[in-house]
């Protein structure tokens, strides 16, 4: 069974810094790029990150370039996103998904989802 579990959330100040973790079971994650996405209440879900199969160069939102670095160890079946200097604007539920052949933000493309962390930016 295809299950991906986000961990990591929870309340940091502004300018504070979060790692999420997105662990996958019931497939090898480096078959699949993954995707970071987040929904702000009352707001349109969002892509946040995505890293390709082969682990090769990223993409960012623009809101997050600079700041969120997105990472995988094979070894661990997981994929992380580093958040740093954190804004009350981060603050929203991140989700991770798998696409099998897809790379980018369009969130039709992932078929597999977890339940999401809530991250709030909050002084």
């Known amino acids: 069974q295809v299950q991906l579990v986000e961990s990591g959330g929870g309340l940091v100040q502004p300018g504070g810094s979060l790692r999420l973790s997105c662990a996958a079971s019931?497939?090898?994650?480096?078959?699949?790029?993954i995707g970071w996405f987040r929904q702000a209440p009352g707001k349109e879900r969002e892509g946040v990150s995505c890293?390709?199969?082969?682990?090769?160069?990223?993409v960012y939102a623009d809101s997050v370039k600079g700041r969120f670095t997105i990472s995988r160890d094979n070894i661990k079946n997981t994929v992380y996103l580093q958040m740093n200097s954190l804004k009350p604007e981060d603050t929203a539920v991140y989700y991770c998904?798998?696409?099998?052949?897809?790379?980018?933000?369009?969130?039709?493309?992932?078929?597999?989802w977890g339940r999401g962390t809530q991250v709030t930016v909050s002084s």
């Open positions: 890293i390709s199969r082969s682990g090769g160069t990223p």
């Open positions: 998904a798998a696409s099998k052949s897809y790379f980018g933000f369009s969130a039709m493309f992932f078929g597999s």
């Open positions: 019931g497939f090898t994650l480096d078959t699949y790029a």
